[in-house]
């Protein structure tokens, strides 16, 4: 059993830099591979960011040279850094987290990211 949980969304001006908590807790046993996603309205959930146990990372095409994730294992806690944001971020952002079998995910309530002028 994992708790996923979001923070760190809000409103940031075109051009900007805004910075997203996930935290997994609960029954965490083991350090995970965890990833970002978002979904904009009308649109599919896409896959902004993930990053392994051990620390590799793999991004979306939309947002290579602009987002940086990266984990604090002994929190739990993957951070996604995000610059140069426009108004295509704008989105609910989602965190992802595996857990101790294939198959075993959760996902967090979602975080909003509104990028406006």
């Known amino acids: 059993q994992v708790q996923v949980a979001e923070s760190g969304g809000g409103l940031v001006r075109i051009g900007g830099s805004l910075r997203l908590t996930c935290v997994a807790s609960g029954r965490t046993y083991n350090i995970y591979d965890m990833g970002w996603y978002r979904q904009a309205p009308g649109k599919q959930r896409e896959l902004v960011a993930t990053?392994?146990?051990?620390?590799?990372?793999n991004y979306g095409d939309s947002v290579k040279g602009r987002f940086t994730i990266s984990r604090d294992n002994a929190k739990n806690t993957v951070y996604l850094q995000m610059n140069s944001l426009n108004s295509e971020d704008t989105a609910v952002y989602y965190c992802n987290s595996a857990g101790d079998y294939p198959g075993e995910n959760y996902w967090g309530q979602g975080t909003q990211v509104t990028v406006a002028s």
């Open positions: 990053i392994t146990h051990y620390g590799s990372t």
